[in-house]
């Protein structure tokens, strides 16, 4: 199962770490690209979201979640309490893949660094994974996000709940209140203080 690992790129910040990655070009998806990708937001976020990889919109503008999708998740973090300026937003793969397909397993072995690096330098206090491939990838499951979500599992000990992606929220508006759920849960674990505090 991928794991985050401490020191993995020795870079001491996210801009240092977004220079020397913006270039890259180490799967096909470099190629084809419009924009990189890198992720947005507080860099001392204790909230993450994590989701699959940039769609048509992320991919011309170089932000994470900016369409349709995107304004959703604006909603849900603003009903959580927070802003988008105080979360960090990234994704499994920093590329579009072609037609939006899922990235395949090479793509994501090859970005798997980035985000590893990501999460060292930020630490967020919890992860939220949107949607099936950033929960399987981020946890090493194959198991379906609708058996997956409503639980913290845990990945070197950062908990994270995974939960539907936002796109899915819009063609089945009906699952908000099981995505609500796994946010309250989100809410409460963020208010815990930590063991260290």
């Known amino acids: 199962r991928f794991q985050t690992v401490p020191d993995l790129q020795p870079y001491g910040d996210l801009a240092s770490l977004h220079a020397a990655i913006q270039d890259c070009v180490k799967c096909p998806l470099g190629k084809t690209r419009t924009k990189f990708v890198f992720g947005a937001g507080d860099v001392h976020a204790k909230l993450m979201f994590v989701g699959e990889g940039p769609g048509r919109d992320e991919d011309l503008q170089g932000l994470p979640f900016v369409g349709r999708a995107g304004q959703l998740l604006t909603k849900i973090i603003e009903a959580i309490g927070m802003k988008r300026e105080d979360v960090y937003i990234a994704n499994i793969v920093k590329c579009r893949p072609p037609n939006n397909r899922p990235p395949e397993p090479e793509e994501v072995r090859e970005c798997w660094p980035h985000l590893s690096a990501q999460i060292n330098l930020i ?19 194959e198991t379906p996000i609708s058996a997956l979500r409503g639980k913290f599992h845990y990945v070197d000990g950062i908990p994270v709940m995974p939960t539907y992606h936002p796109a899915f929220l819009l063609r089945n508006p009906n699952m908000k209140k099981p995505c609500w759920e796994d946010l309250k849960k989100v809410i409460a674990a963020l208010k815990k203080p930590a063991a260290s505090e």
């Open 123 to 141: 630490k967020p206090k919890v992860l939220c994974a949107l949607g099936s491939s950033a929960a399987r990838n981020l946890l090493g499951l």
